[in-house]
C-alpha cells in the first residue's frame, strides 16, 4: 500500500467519522464509505459489493432513544481494507465488519462522553456571546469525531498483509456461515422498518406494483431504478397539476363556477338580431 492510498484512505476515514454525527451527507454509509476505499485500492467491484451487502444490513442499525447503533463507519471502512488487501471474500467482510460495528459502538459512546464537557463549554461562550469559543468546540468535537475512524484505519493499513490474512483465515468457517445467515435476517428486519416508515397509503400501489414486477418478470436493479424513477416523475407531475387546479379554485370569486375545460361560444350576429 502506497503512501498516497494511506492518505487518501485516512481522509475517507476522517470524512466518515465526520459524517456519522452530522448525517447531512451520508457519507458514513456502508455503500458510500466501502465504494470510495475500494476506488482508493483499485478493487471498486469488491468495494461496491461489500458496501452493497453491508447498506442492506445497517437498514435496522439506528439510534434509538439513548440506545446507540452499531458504528457503520468504522465497520464499512476498516472492513473493505482487510478484504481487498487480502484478497478475502465477502463472507470473511461481513464477519469482520459485525465485530468491527460493535467495537466501534463503544468507541462511539467514548468519544461522545467526551464531547459533554465541549458542549458544556460552547454553553458558556454562548452566554458570553464569544461565537468565535463556540465555533472552536465545534470543530474540536468533529475532530474527535473524524480521530475515532483514522486512528484504527492508520492501525490496519500498517499491519503486514500476511497478518491480516493469518488472521482472516483463522476465522472458523461455521462463524462466518452463521454471520452471512445472521445479516440476511438483519437485512428483512430492515426492509420491515423501512416499510412502516413509509406506511403511506396512496403510495402503497407503487410498492405493490414493484413487488408484482420484480416477481413476475426479468428485470434488473436498473431496470428498476428507471422505472422508479419514471414513476416518481409521473407522479410528482400529477400532484404539481391537481395542487395548480385547487389553487385556482380557491382564487376564484364566490358565486362564480369553476372552469370546466369547455366555454359557450357566443356569436356577435345573434346579438345584432335580437336588437
Not at 471474500?89 to 463503544?106: D, H, P, S, T, Y
Not at 482472516?168 to 445472521?182: A, D, H, R, S, Y
Not at 420491515?192 to 426479468?218: E, Q
Not at 422505472?227 to 400529477?238: E, N, P, S
Request: aromatic share 6%; with cysteine; proline share 3%.
Amino acid at each position: 500500500m502506497s503512501s498516497i492510498q494511506i492518505i487518501l484512505l485516512l481522509v475517507i476515514a476522517a470524512v466518515t467519522g465526520i459524517a456519522s454525527v452530522l448525517d447531512e451527507g451520508q457519507s458514513h454509509r456502508p455503500l458510500i464509505a466501502c465504494t470510495l476505499v475500494g476506488l482508493v485500492l483499485g478493487d471498486l467491484k469488491t468495494g461496491i459489493i461489500l458496501g452493497g451487502t453491508l447498506e442492506l444490513m445497517a437498514l435496522g442499525w439506528m439510534n434509538v432513544g439513548l440506545a446507540m447503533a452499531p458504528d457503520t463507519a468504522i465497520a464499512s471502512v476498516i472492513s473493505t481494507i482487510l478484504v481487498i488487501t487480502a484478497g478475502q471474500g465477502i463472507g470473511e467482510g461481513i464477519a469482520v465488519a459485525i465485530a468491527l460495528a460493535a467495537a466501534g459502538q463503544v468507541l462511539t459512546i467514548f468519544v461522545r462522553t467526551i464531547t459533554v464537557f465541549l458542549i458544556h463549554r460552547a454553553d458558556k461562550y454562548a452566554e458570553e456571546g464569544n461565537f468565535k469559543g463556540i465555533e472552536i468546540m465545534h470543530i474540536t468535537a468533529m475532530g474527535f469525531q473524524a480521530l475515532r475512524v483514522m486512528i484504527p484505519t492508520l492501525i490496519v493499513t500498517l499491519i503486514s498483509v500476511s497478518a491480516v490474512q493469518t488472521f482472516l483465515g483463522n476465522i472458523p468457517e461455521v462463524i462466518t456461515k452463521g454471520l452471512q445467515i445472521g445479516g440476511g435476517i438483519i437485512v428483512v428486519v430492515g426492509y420491515a422498518m423501512v416499510i412502516n416508515m413509509m406506511n403511506i397509503p396512496h403510495l402503497k400501489p407503487f410498492f405493490y406494483i414493484g413487488f408484482l414486477l420484480a416477481a413476475f418478470t426479468g428485470f434488473n436493479l436498473v431496470g428498476f431504478g428507471a422505472l422508479g424513477l419514471c414513476l416518481a416523475l409521473l407522479y410528482q407531475q400529477v400532484m404539481q397539476q391537481r395542487n395548480q387546479m385547487q389553487q385556482r379554485n380557491q382564487m376564484q370569486p364566490a358565486g362564480v363556477p369553476a372552469a370546466t375545460g369547455s366555454e359557450q361560444v357566443y356569436d356577435d350576429d345573434d346579438d345584432d338580431l335580437d336588437a
